[in-house]
């Protein structure tokens, strides 16, 4: 991930942040206008992540469940500040995200090692998962998106085939019945969200979109970012086969498909 050496962080803090950040070296580390992330190189390292009011709780409270599991970093600090700002600081876990050089110089084992590591997520006991209905937010979320219009045909410029947002809301409205609550979902299930040490498993992180849900997200998700981050589908169903075809119903795929293409 990329880092950027800053002077400061651009806005107040609470004092807890603000202590702990004196002395230290500050890097941006974003990926999205979304949220701001920034990393702390002190201590072995802190991720501080800016969102707006609110907009931080969920993930905070999966990435806590995940850690407690041993699958993501520890959160440190959580608050909803007055001004409309949530802060969440985390430890950082050892190694590098997928997208590092040494993983894309690999995809036929990168494409192995995914697959298998979300295979094994989908077996984690989800007992207590503080989301225990994602896919009913996640319907609600694709309705309201394609009520509003949006249909950004920028992030999917072939829409998966949907020639229409009418096209992929058929589908979707006819196939919608088929999504279930079933494992615990990463819900954005990236190679940027995936922490390998030298090859070994280190954590997930940004966990906002996780939860109780059905698994065909993710391995939506797991075979898109192969697709765009190794610029070619070849790795797909090796990812799949990695995964197991044992679970995989490409119908549902489609489904999911189509609700993404609305946000």
């Known amino acids: 991930m990329k880092r950027t050496l800053i002077e400061k962080i651009p806005y107040p803090m609470p004092y807890e942040l603000e202590k702990l950040i004196s002395g230290a070296d500050v890097y941006d580390s974003s990926c999205s206008p979304e949220a701001r992330v920034y990393f702390i190189d002190k201590d072995g390292g802190y991720y501080l992540k800016k969102g707006t009011h609110c907009a931080l709780e969920t993930e905070a409270a999966l990435t806590d469940y995940f850690h407690k599991k041993g699958l993501a970093p520890e959160v440190l600090f959580y608050r909803m500040c007055d001004g409309g700002i949530d802060w969440l600081l985390t430890s950082r876990v050892p190694g590098e995200d997928c997208t590092h050089a040494t993983y894309l110089s690999e995809p036929k084992r990168l494409a192995d090692t995914v697959g298998t590591l979300l295979r094994e997520l989908h077996e984690t006991d989800f007992s207590d998962c503080p989301l225990p209905y994602h896919t009913e937010l996640y319907l609600v979320r694709a309705e309201k998106n394609y009520l509003s219009g949006n249909y950004d045909k920028s992030a999917f410029p072939d829409s998966f085939g949907y020639k229409s947002a009418e096209e992929a809301w058929g589908v979707l409205c006819e196939g919608k ?11 954005d299930y990236c190679l940027p969200n995936i922490i390998l040490d030298s090859w070994r498993f280190s954590g997930f992180i940004d966990l906002g979109n996780g939860g109780f849900g059905d698994r065909h997200v993710d391995l939506f ?3 898109w970012t192969l697709g765009f981050n190794l610029g070619t589908d070849k790795y797909r169903e090796r990812f799949f086969d990695a995964y197991g075809r044992d679970k995989i119903d490409e119908e549902k795929l489609k489904i999911v498909a189509a609700a993404e293409v609305f946000g």
């Open 177 to 187: 019945h088929l999504l279930k609550n079933e494992v615990l979902l990463h819900g």
């Open 221 to 223: 998700w797991g075979a």
